[in-house]
């Protein structure tokens, strides 16, 4: 079987489940470090034609990651396609599970029994701490209604305030996240590059965490260690004066 991956963190857990299969990924696709197979530029733009002269038997999507048009379009040229929508840990876990299986894992991989202890082994921790979760800036975007993400922090003992709102990613303005009032504002790193230096600066006076967003929203050999990375940076948060 021939895969192209146009979601980063299933790029990675193919890579390094069923290397052999792989023979195409996105310019995002980072992980593992020494992915070498051709690219076919981005996750919401990428090259059609460069992915059909690849001839892949199937090709990886995801909901939020790529485009509806650009699964439509391979699927009309008869390209085989699989598309994911994950939106807690437990179904982010099945899905994995499924998809190794289907590509001919001969057995559930080491990382992902590992991951599966991992979020099993959580004490259960009562939500504490009332967070919004900004994803990017000009214009603010934050974590909304039904996300993986929010299931992660979730779990982690965070709650997102806009988890109740009807938008999956609401654009509320700075002014109404500062009015929101929250204990915690979660900054990731991608995919807008949140840092001590551009984030925390815009909300003074609450603590704001900087979190790794690969941790937080990929699906896939970071989700055995996501738990253990996400604690300690949610614990450690910056104050901005």
């Given at each position: 079987m021939r895969v192209v991956s146009l979601v980063p963190s299933l790029t990675?857990?193919?890579?390094?489940?069923?290397?052999?299969?792989?023979?195409?990924?996105?310019?995002?696709c980072t992980h593992p470090?020494?992915?070498?197979?051709?690219?076919?530029?981005?996750?919401?733009?990428?090259?059609l034609d460069r992915i059909r002269a690849l001839r892949p038997d199937l090709v990886l999507l995801n909901v939020e990651?790529?485009?509806?048009?650009?699964?439509?379009?391979?699927?009309?040229?008869?390209?085989?396609?699989?598309?994911?929508?994950?939106?807690?840990?437990?179904?982010?876990?099945?899905?994995?599970a499924d998809l190794l299986?289907?590509?001919?894992?001969?057995?559930?991989?080491?990382?992902?029994?590992?991951?599966?202890?991992?979020?099993?082994?959580?004490?259960?921790?009562?939500?504490?701490?009332?967070?919004?979760?900004?994803?990017?800036?000009?214009?603010?975007v934050v974590l909304g209604a039904d996300t993986f993400a929010g299931d992660v922090l979730r779990r982690l003992g965070v709650s997102n305030l806009y988890a109740d709102?009807?938008?999956?990613?609401?654009?509320?303005?700075?002014?109404?996240?500062?009015?929101d009032?929250?204990?915690?504002?979660?900054?990731?790193?991608?995919?807008?590059?949140?840092?001590?230096?551009d984030g925390p600066e815009a909300f003074p006076g609450i603590p704001c965490a900087l979190v790794s967003g690969r941790h937080l929203t990929w699906y896939g050999p970071s989700l055995a260690e996501a738990p253990t990375v996400l604690a300690g940076q949610l614990a450690d948060p910056v104050l901005a004066d």
């Open positions: 990675e857990a193919v890579a390094v489940t069923r290397p052999g299969l792989l023979v195409g990924a996105t310019d995002w470090a020494d992915l070498d197979v051709p690219r076919v530029g981005g996750t919401k733009y990428p090259d990651e790529n485009r509806r048009e650009d699964a439509t379009a391979l699927a009309a040229a008869g390209v085989p396609v699989r598309v994911t929508y994950p939106r807690t840990v437990d179904g982010a876990l099945t899905e994995l299986r289907d590509l001919g894992a001969p057995a559930e991989p080491d990382w992902l029994a590992d991951a599966r202890r991992a979020w099993a082994g959580l004490p259960r921790t009562p939500v504490a701490r009332r967070a919004v979760v900004p994803v990017w800036r000009r214009p603010w709102q009807p938008d999956r990613y609401p654009r509320p303005n700075l002014a109404q996240l500062r009015a009032a929250p204990d915690l504002v979660v900054l990731p790193d991608e995919p807008y590059r949140f840092t001590r230096d």
